[in-house]
C-alpha cells in the first residue's frame, strides 16, 4: 500500500514540476535581460544575444538539421572572436521539431515565443513550416526561415523570409534554359513527389514554363517512399519521352535514375533535377553515374568569396564531402542578424521588445544589398531576390553554372 | 499564461482524447489506427464550416462529430471481426487513403493546407471540458454492462461468446466512438494549430500515442491520463542535447515497461491498492 | 507487351525480398510467439554493419558479407533474451510493443549516429548493377538475379530445416503444441534460440541480397520494409510460411502494377487498401493463420 | 538386490504450490522396478501435477525426486527424458498435423537418427497399425490410435519409468480394454510403469500397488487388492459393490 502511494505521490509531483517548470521557462530565459535600466537609450541591455533556431535534429531529416547548425555555429564562432554583435557574445539555442512532427513543432515553438526572442530562426522545413509558423506570425515575431520552402514563407508574411528565392520563375526560366541548350527535348516526364507541398508547387511551375517554350509534358508521375522504383521507371519509359524531371526526394531521384540508365537512357543531359538535389545522399548514391546531368539552384557553389572558401575548406574538413546547398543557410542568416542589429542598433530592452520587433520585421524585409557567403542578395518588400543557376553536373560536382536569374550584379 | 504551456495543455488533452480513443478498441482485443484517420477527419470538417461557411464552434463540432462516425462506421462494419494485428495493419490503410484524399481537395486546400482558420475563445477551457466529459462517459461506459462485456472479451473471447456477448457488434460500436473521440481530436488540434496539411496526420503521431498507452498502462483508462502528460511533457525540460534522444528514450521506456510490468505502469491492481490505502487511511483518521 | 513484362519481372524482384523477409519473421512468429515488427530493422541494421567494415577494410568484399551475415544472426540471438519471458508467457501484443520500441530505438540511432545519419551506399562491386538479361524494357540485374535465386535457395534450406530434419520437426512441433513438445522432453529452450540463430542467419543473408537489390541502406528503410512485411503476413494469414511465401509474390506484383499503372500517388493507398478489404472478407488472412 | 537397486523412482515430502492453492502437499511415494503404480483420484487431485513434478514441470517445489538414486528435482526436462523417464500426457499430446513417424521420431529426439531408425522399427512390431498409417497426418487417427501413436512415441524415448496421464480418458470401452492390455504387456517386456487414471477397477487389474489422492495429499496407500478390497476406495472409485 504504501509503494503505491509513493508512486502515486511521484507521478502528481512530477506532474506538478513539469508545470511549474514549463510555466517558469519564461522568467529562466528573460534573465538575459538586464534588471537595472540601461544606462544610455540604445546601448545592449543584454549580456548574452540568444538566437533560437527551430530545427529539425530528430527523425529522417536530422543529417541535414545538423549540417545547418554547423554552418550557424560557424558563424557565431566568427562573430564571437570579432567582438560580438554590439560588443555582445552571441549564442544560439536549437529547438529540435522532428521530422513530420507537428505537434512537436508547435509547442517548441510556443516554448521559442516564451523566451520573449527579437527574432526566429526558422522553423526550418516546410512541414514544420506549416505547423506552427501561425504562432509566431500571431505574436508579431519575425521568423528568418532560411531552408523551409518559398510558398510557405509567402503566406506568412511580412513576418517570415526564406533563403529561397521565388520558386515560380525559376522553375519556369531554368527548366526552358535547359530546353534551350538541348532543343532536341521535345517531351517530358515528370517525377513528383505529392506529399511536398513545396516540391508540388514547383513542379507545377516547371511543368507550366516547359509547356510554354513548346515542349509536350507527357505525365506527371507521383513519387512516394517505396523500396524499389523500377516500376516507375518502366512506366515512365512507355511514354517514351526525351527528357526528365525530377522533383522527389534525393533518395528517389538517383534511384529512378539508375532504373532509366538500366533501360537504355544513355544520355545524362536528359536529366534535369531541381534545387533539392545536391545533397549528400544525392551524391553518394550517384556517384559516378549522375555526369552530363542538369540541375538547377539557387546555391552558388562555385563563388569565389574568401568567406565561402574558408566554410568549404572547413566543412569538407568535418564532413568528410562537398558542402550542400543547406550549409551555409544559417550561416547567412547570422550575419544577415548582425547587420540588422548593428544598423538599427537593436538593445533587447524589455520595454522597447514590441517596437524593436517590428523594427527588425521592417529591416528584414528591404535589404538593399548584402555580402551572402556564396553572392550578393537583395530583398524587396520581403521577396527574396537572388540569382539561380542551371548546372551541368560533372565528376560529382556541380559545375559549369549558367545564370538564369535577376536581379543580381 | 505562457504560451509554451498553453499548447502544452491543449496538446496533452488532444493525446489523452486520441489515446483513449485506441484505448477503448484495445479494451476489445484490437489495435485500431482509425482514430489518426478520423482525426483528419474532424479536423478539415470544423476547420471548413468555421472558416468557409462561418458556423460557430459548437455546430462545427457536433458536424465533425458525425463526420467522425460515418466515417469511422463504415470500415468498422468489415473489421468487427478482425484479429488484432490485422486491424493494425489494415487501418493503416484508412490513414493513407485519407491523407490521399484530402491531397485531391482543392476547396480543402489540398496539398498546400488550409490555413488561417479561426480558433475558439477559451480553447483551453473548452478542452478540458471536452476531456473531463468524455473521461465521465468512458468511466460510466466501463462500469456499465458494456464494459464489463468488453472486460470478458479482453480476457478471453471464446468464453465472451459463451457468454452470448456479440463481440462483433461490440467491436463495431467501439471503433465508431473511437472515431467519433479521433474527430474531437482533430476539432481541437484544427482549433490550436490553425493550419492543415494532410500531411500532419500521420502514422507518426501513433507512435507517440502508444507509447503513452502501453507505458501508462492498457488496462485502465488512467494510464493515459497519467502517462501523457509526463511523456510528452519531459522531452520539452530537457535540455536540448538529451531531449534530442527522446525516440530513443520513449523505444527504451516501451521496452523497459513491457518486459517489468506487462500491464504497464498503472495496473487495474494499482488502483485497487490505492482505493484500499486510500479507505484505510481515512477510516485511521477517523478512529484517532 | 513489353512493359507488362517488365512490371511483372519488377513484381517478381520485390516480390522475392518480401518473400525473405516475411519467412524469418514468420519463423519467429512461430517458434517464439514473438511477433516481431522490428525484424526488418535488425537487417537493416545489419546492412550498416556490413558498410561500416567495408569502409575500414577498404571495401574487401568477402569481410562485409561476412560482417552482414555474423551481425545478422548475433542481433537474432542477442533479441532471444528480450523475448524469452514475453513468448513464455504468450504474450503477442505485449512482443510487439517491445518489438516497436526496439525500432524506434534502431530508427532512430541510424538516422544520426552512423554516417552522420546520411544514407549509405554500397561499392559498385557488391551492387551487381550490370544488367544480365534484357528484353527491350525489361531487364533483371545480375544482383537482382542472385537476390531472386538467393531467396529461393534460402527460404528453400529454411524449409528443408524445418519440414526434412529432426530438429526442424521439433521446432514445429514446438510451434504447434508449446505445452507438450515440453513434456516429451524437446530441449525446448535450445529449440526456442535455435530458431532465432535460423531466423538470424536468414536475417543475415538477407541483407546481403537488400544490399545487393537496393545497393543502398537509410534509417528509414526499416519501417517501410516492417510494413510491407507485416502487410504481406497478414494477407496471408500469420505464422502461414508457406503462404507468406506466395502472398509476398503477390503484393510485391501488385505494388509494381499499382506503380506502374494507377496514375496519381494513390499507391500506398491502393497496397494497403487492399490489404484492408482481404482482413474484412478473410479475417485470419487467405491461407489462414498457423500461430 | 539392495535396497537402492530396487527402487526405480523415489519421491520424497514433495510439495507443490500454485500462489496460495497447495497442489501438493508432502507426498512420499516410491516405485519399483518391474511395478505398475496406479494414483487414483478425483480430478485436480493433483495427480497431473505430481507426474509433471516428476518433470520438472510446473511451479517451484518442495522436496525432492530421485530417479535411480540421482536427485532429478532441479534437473530440467530434456535431461530427465533423457535419462529415461517419459510422460504420455493427458489428452494423448500428439502433434496433429505432423506425421505418424514424424510423431515417433519426436519421441525418440535425444537419440542419433540410426537409434531412431532401428526403434522405429521395433516399435512398428510391437504395433503394426502405427506401421500402416505413419504416413497420415497423426491429427487423422482414431482416438484409440492416437493414444497407440502415444504409448508408442514413449516407448521411443526407452524409458525405464513410463508414466500415464488418463490414459483411457475419452476412449471407447472396448478401446480402454485394449489400452489396458497394452500396459499389462509393456509391463511384462521390463517397463515400470506409474499410472494415473481415474478408471480405478481396470487400473487396479494392471496394478501392483497404488496410491489415493485426495486434495493434494496422499489419504491412501497399499497394494491393488487391499486397495480394491477398501471401503473407501470401493465407495468412491468403484461405484459400490463389488
Known amino acids: ?409 | 499564461m505562457p504560451i509554451s504551456l498553453f499548447y502544452f495543455l491543449v496538446f496533452t488533452g488532444i493525446f489523452i482524447l486520441l489515446g483513449w480513443a485506441i484505448y477503448i478498441v484495445y479494451r476489445n482485443g484490437q489495435l485500431n489506427n482509425v482514430p489518426i484517420a478520423a482525426m483528419a477527419v474532424g479536423a478539415y470538417i470544423c476547420a471548413y464550416l468555421t472558416r468557409e461557411l462561418h458556423w460557430p464552434f459548437l455546430p462545427a463540432l457536433l458536424a465533425a462529430m458525425g463526420g467522425g462516425a460515418v466515417f469511422s462506421f463504415v470500415p468498422a462494419l468489415g473489421l468487427g471481426r478482425a484479429p488484432g494485428f490485422s486491424m493494425t495493419i489494415a487501418t493503416i490503410a484508412m490513414i493513407f487513403i485519407t491523407q490521399t484524399v484530402l491531397r485531391n481537395m482543392a476547396f480543402l486546400g489540398g496539398v498546400y493546407g488550409f490555413y488561417s482558420i479561426p480558433r475558439v475563445d477559451h480553447l483551453l477551457i473548452v478542452t478540458y471540458v471536452i476531456v473531463f466529459i468524455v473521461g465521465f462517459f468512458i468511466f460510466r461506459l466501463e462500469r456499465s454492462r458494456i464494459g464489463r462485456a468488453m472486460e470478458v472479451v479482453f480476457i478471453d473471447t471464446s468464453v465472451a461468446r459463451t457468454l452470448k456477448i456479440n463481440t462483433y457488434w461490440l467491436s463495431v460500436w467501439l471503433q465508431v466512438f473511437a472515431g467519433v473521440l479521433g474527430a474531437i481530436a482533430g476539432v481541437l488540434f484544427a482549433n490550436l494549430v490553425r493550419i492543415l496539411v494532410p500531411r500532419h496526420f500521420s502514422l507518426g503521431m501513433l507512435l507517440n500515442i502508444y507509447c503513452f498507452m502501453f507505458v501508462g498502462g492498457y488496462t485502465t483508462m488512467w494510464g493515459v491520463v497519467v502517462f501523457t502528460p509526463i511523456l510528452w511533457g519531459f522531452p520539452l525540460l530537457l535540455p536540448e542535447a538529451v531531449a534530442e534522444w527522446k525516440d530513443t528514450i520513449y523505444g527504451l521506456l516501451l521496452v523497459v515497461t513491457m518486459l517489468l510490468r506487462p500491464e504497464g505502469v498503472i495496473s487495474k491492481k494499482m488502483l485497487w491498492d490505492i482505493k484500499v490505502s486510500v479507505k484505510r487511511f481515512f477510516i485511521n483518521r477517523r478512529k484517532s | 507487351m513489353e512493359f507488362l513484362l517488365a512490371q511483372i519481372i519488377n513484381g517478381l524482384i520485390l516480390g522475392g525480398i518480401y518473400a525473405l523477409l516475411v519467412t524469418g519473421f514468420n519463423l519467429l512468429l512461430l517458434e517464439g510467439g514473438v511477433f516481431q515488427y522490428a525484424y526488418p530493422h535488425l537487417l537493416v541494421l545489419s546492412m550498416y554493419v556490413s558498410w561500416l567494415v567495408l569502409r575500414v577494410t577498404g571495401n574487401n568484399i568477402f569481410l562485409g558479407i561476412l560482417a552482414a551475415v555474423l551481425s545478422g544472426i548475433v542481433l537474432g540471438i542477442a533479441t532471444e533474451p528480450i523475448f524469452r519471458s514475453l513468448s513464455k508467457r504468450g504474450a503477442a501484443v505485449a512482443s510487439f510493443i517491445v518489438a516497436l520500441g526496439i525500432a524506434i530505438i534502431i530508427t532512430d540511432i541510424l538516422s544520426r549516429v552512423i554516417n552522420k545519419g546520411i544514407q549509405i551506399a554500397f561499392p559498385e562491386s557488391l551492387k551487381g548493377e550490370k544488367a544480365l538479361l534484357q528484353f527491350g524494357y525489361a531487364i533483371i540485374s545480375a544482383g537482382q538475379m542472385l537476390t531472386i535465386l538467393g531467396s529461393f535457395v534460402a527460404v528453400g534450406g529454411i524449409f528443408f530445416i524445418l519440414f526434412k530434419t529432426k530438429t526442424g520437426r521439433a521446432m514445429r512441433a514446438m510451434a504447434q503444441v508449446p505445452g507438450v513438445a515440453r513434456l516429451i522432453g524437446l530441449p525446448v529452450n535450445a529449440m526456442s534460440l535455435y530458431s532465432y540463430m535460423l531466423a538470424g542467419i536468414l536475417g543475415g543473408i538477407s541483407s546481403v541480397f537488400l544490399i545487393m537489390a537496393l545497393g543502398s541502406a537509410s534509417s528509414g528503410l526499416g519501417n517501410t520494409l516492417a510494413l510491407k512485411v507485416l502487410a504481406v503476413a497478414i494477407f496471408a494469414g500469420l505464422g502461414n510460411l508457406g503462404g507468406g511465401l506466395v502472398s509476398a509474390l503477390i503484393l510485391g506484383m501488385a505494388e509494381s502494377f499499382v506503380m506502374g499503372y494507377m496514375r496519381g500517388d494513390w499507391a500506398n493507398a491502393v497496397a494497403f487498401g487492399m490489404i484492408m478489404i482481404i482482413v474484412m472478407v478473410r479475417p485470419r488472412g487467405i491461407f489462414g493463420m498457423k500461430a | 538386490m539392495g535396497k537402492s537397486d530396487r527402487v526405480l523412482l523415489e519421491i520424497k515430502d514433495l510439495s507443490v504450490e500454485y500462489g496460495p492453492v497447495k497442489a501438493l502437499q508432502n507426498i512420499n511415494l516410491t516405485v519399483n522396478r518391474g511395478e505398475v503404480i496406479v494414483l487414483l483420484g478425483a480430478n485436480g487431485a493433483g495427480k497431473s501435477t505430481l507426474l509433471n513434478a516428476v518433470l520438472g514441470i510446473g511451479p517451484p517445489k518442495k522436496g525432492s525426486v530421485f530417479f535411480e538414486g540421482e536427485d532429478i528435482t532441479t534437473m530440467p526436462t530434456n535431461r530427465i527424458v533423457a535419462s529415461g523417464i517419459c510422460l504420455l500426457p493427458e489428452g494423448r499430446g500428439i502433434v496433429p498435423q505432423m506425421l505418424v513417424w514424424e510423431n515417433l521420431q519426436l519421441g525418440g529426439y535425444h537419440f542419433k537418427n540410426a537409434v531412431i531408425r532401428k526403434d522405429m522399427e521395433n516399435v512398428f512390431r510391437r504395433f503394426p497399425i502405427l506401421k500402416e498409417r505413419r504416413r497420415q497426418e497423426a491429427g487423422t487417427l482414431s482416438g484409440g490410435q492416437q493414444q497407440i501413436l502415444s504409448i508408442g512415441r514413449g516407448l521411443m524415448a526407452k524409458p525405464k519409468l513410463m508414466m500415464l496421464d488418463e490414459p483411457s480418458l475419452g476412449l471407447a470401452p472396448v478401446i480402454i480394454t485394449e489400452v489396458f492390455e497394452i500396459i499389462r504387456e509393456l509391463n511384462r517386456d521390463g517397463y515400470s510403469i506409474l499410472l494415473s487414471e481415474q478408471n480405478a477397477r481396470k487400473a487396479l487389474q494392471v496394478a501392483d500397488r497404488g496410491y489415493v489422492f485426495e486434495k493434494g495429499q496422499i489419504v491412501l496407500s497399499g497394494s491393488a487388492e487391499d486397495l480394491e478390497k477398501n471401503e473407501k476406495v470401493h465407495h468412491a472409485y468403484l461405484g459400490g459393490h463389488i
Not at chain 1, 120 to 149: F, K, N, R
Open chain 1, 1 to 409: 500500500m504504501k509503494k503505491c502511494m509513493l508512486v502515486i505521490m511521484v507521478i502528481v509531483m512530477t506532474f506538478c514540476i513539469s508545470l511549474v517548470a514549463l510555466a517558469g521557462s519564461e522568467k529562466e530565459t528573460s534573465g538575459t535581460a538586464k534588471e537595472a535600466a540601461p544606462v544610455a537609450s540604445d546601448e545592449p541591455c543584454v549580456d548574452e544575444w540568444v538566437f533560437s533556431n527551430l530545427m529539425f535534429m530528430t527523425g529522417g531529416w536530422a543529417p541535414y538539421g545538423e549540417m545547418i547548425v554547423w554552418g550557424m555555429n560557424e558563424a557565431i564562432d566568427e562573430i564571437n572572436a570579432a567582438g560580438g554583435i554590439r560588443g555582445v557574445p552571441v549564442r544560439a539555442e536549437v529547438y529540435d521539431t522532428g521530422t513530420h512532427q507537428p505537434e512537436l513543432a508547435v509547442t517548441q515553438m510556443a516554448k521559442v515565443l516564451d523566451t520573449k526572442p527579437l527574432l526566429i530562426m526558422g522553423p526550418h522545413g516546410s512541414t514544420d513550416a506549416e505547423a506552427c509558423s501561425q504562432l509566431a506570425y500571431d505574436e508579431g515575431v519575425y521568423m528568418l526561415q532560411s531552408t523551409s520552402s518559398y510558398d510557405v514563407a509567402k503566406k506568412f508574411r511580412p513576418w517570415a523570409n526564406v533563403w529561397l528565392t521565388n520558386t515560380e520563375q525559376f522553375a519556369k526560366t531554368t527548366g526552358q534554359k535547359w530546353i534551350e541548350r538541348e532543343p532536341d527535348i521535345k517531351s517530358v516526364v515528370m517525377f513528383v513527389q505529392p506529399e511536398a507541398s513545396t516540391w508540388y508547387e514547383q513542379s507545377k511551375h516547371q511543368s507550366n514554363g516547359l509547356k510554354a517554350v513548346g515542349v509536350k509534358v507527357l505525365e506527371e508521375i507521383a513519387v512516394t517512399e517505396a523500396v524499389d522504383f523500377s516500376p516507375l521507371a518502366v512506366r515512365a519509359l512507355s511514354h517514351k519521352p526525351d527528357g526528365f524531371v525530377m522533383y522527389c526526394y534525393p533518395e528517389a531521384m538517383v534511384k529512378i535514375v539508375l532504373e532509366l540508365q538500366k533501360r537504355g537512357v544513355k544520355e545524362n543531359r536528359r536529366f534535369l533535377f531541381f534545387h533539392g538535389a545536391g545533397t549528400p545522399e544525392f551524391w553518394a548514391l550517384g556517384k559516378g553515374y549522375l555526369d552530363g546531368a542538369y540541375q538547377w539552384s539557387i546555391f552558388n557553389s562555385q563563388a569565389k568569396s574568401q568567406k565561402w572558401q574558408k566554410l568549404a575548406d572547413k566543412f569538407r574538413e568535418d564532413f568528410d564531402g562537398e558542402p550542400n546547398w543547406t550549409v551555409p543557410t544559417d550561416y547567412d542568416s547570422m550575419y544577415l542578424i548582425k547587420k540588422c542589429f548593428e544598423d538599427l542598433k537593436i538593445t533587447g530592452c524589455r520595454d522597447k521588445l514590441k517596437e524593436e520587433r517590428v523594427k527588425i520585421q521592417k529591416y528584414m524585409n528591404n535589404v538593399d544589398s548584402f555580402e551572402f557567403a556564396t553572392m550578393n542578395i537583395k530583398i524587396v518588400d520581403g521577396e527574396y531576390k537572388a540569382p539561380a543557376f542551371l548546372y551541368t553536373i560533372k565528376g560529382d560536382k556541380l559545375e559549369n553554372p549558367i545564370n538564369c536569374g535577376f536581379e543580381w550584379k
